[in-house]
């Protein structure tokens, strides 16, 4: 089952940065985090009500609190990257310290990864560096990108950690999820503030009514980022952290693949060749686990 749940965990993550990204190119990085969280944080508190979720708070809501400060950090770095870049190559790079920070959690942990695992795990991080394609060191992907990209990725390395400590069951993963979005909200609601403050209009070009008609697609970011989070923490739950953490961190292939056929970006030989170690990488990580 922790396979299926990584790769549950991929899927949905693809389809939310790639929302998030078209949404970034049409309205502020910060409107997109605090609409979409709200909107996610809506549903949940509606499913923590219905599920009794709020009888397991306890001193591990505290990781989930944690997550909930720093996502909006990385959410925001990583949707002006995409907004900025072309998502084929910010994708992948942004899933690499999504892999190092819970492998090296899981590590320190005591988890000893079998061989084919291993192998697997390999894999997987070649074909995710090599669908960024070769033009990290070029002139066009610019080094405001480059440096944004870094920053989410540890950021998301950092929540997939705290997450997966913050629940050890199904009702008590909705709260902490719950949690989550609220201090989302509440650290991206401050930031949106001070921006506008500073004269950065928090709507889009045609005010209040744009905003609506882009609620549909907002809520369908944040609901499936919530999704993909819960399933990373059952993931992580049911099986070694390791493998959990490279299989969920195979997203960028789907986020590449979206941009290919929605966006018609181009895929290049070295991202064709990365997606499918990504796949193999994927398959020894299934079958060893």
Do not use: H
């Not at 309205?27 to 709200?38: F, I, N």
Request: glycine share 14%.
């Amino acid at each position: 089952m922790t396979a299926v749940f990584a790769l549950a965990t991929s899927l949905l993550w693809g389809l939310a940065d790639f929302g998030g990204g078209l949404l970034t190119r049409r309205l502020q990085a910060l409107t997109v985090v605090v609409v979409s969280q709200a909107l996610a944080a809506v549903v949940l508190g509606a499913i923590v009500l219905a599920t009794g979720g709020w009888r397991e708070a306890g001193p591990q809501l505290w990781f989930a609190v944690g997550a909930g400060v720093v996502g909006p950090t990385a959410m925001l770095c990583f949707y002006r990257a995409l907004a900025l870049g072309p998502m084929g190559v910010v994708s992948p790079l942004a899933s690499f310290g999504t892999v190092l920070v819970p492998l090296g959690v899981g590590i320190v942990a005591g988890e000893r990864p079998g061989l084919l695992q291993v192998t697997g795990m390999l894999v997987a991080v070649v074909g995710v560096v090599l669908a960024g394609g070769p033009r990290i060191s070029g002139a066009s992907v610019a080094r405001r990108t480059i440096a944004l990209t870094v920053i989410s990725a540890l950021g998301f390395g950092a929540v997939m950690a705290l997450i997966s400590e913050a629940s050890t069951t199904v009702t008590g993963l909705f709260l902490a999820l719950f949690v989550q979005r609220l201090c989302n909200v509440a650290v991206g609601g401050v930031a949106l503030y001070a921006s506008v403050r500073r004269g950065t209009p928090a709507l889009p070009e045609g005010g209040l009514p744009a905003l609506r008609d882009a609620l549909p697609a907002l809520g369908f970011v944040g609901i499936a980022d919530v999704a993909a989070n819960g399933t990373y923490a059952l993931a992580a739950q049911s099986g070694p952290v390791t493998i959990a953490a490279v299989l969920a961190s195979l997203y960028p292939v789907v986020t590449t693949l979206a941009a290919l056929g929605i966006l018609k970006e181009r895929l290049r030989a070295v991202q064709t060749a990365g997606a499918s170690l990504a796949l193999v990488g994927s398959a020894l990580l299934a079958s060893g686990g």
